[in-house]
């Protein structure tokens, strides 16, 4: 099964999510709550990428 093509299309979505967790962040930091509950929900779903791609690529790039 060829899955690098995945892979690396798993990895730019998960560089998306962690700039759009940042950013989110930043705002919270200013007293935006809705930032606040958005940027959980973008790490979570951040995190989720992560799993897939160390489904699909094994073991080697290691993530936070």
Avoid at 13 to 26: G, P, T
Wanted: without cysteine.
């Amino acid at each position: 099964m060829e899955t690098s093509g995945i892979v690396e299309r798993l990895r730019s979505i998960e560089e998306e999510l962690r700039d759009l967790a940042y950013d989110r962040l930043r705002e919270a930091a200013g007293g935006d709550e809705a930032a606040r509950a958005d940027e959980k929900r973008v790490l979570q779903a951040r995190r989720a990428v992560e799993r897939a791609i160390r489904a699909l690529d094994g073991p080697g790039e290691q993530y936070d």
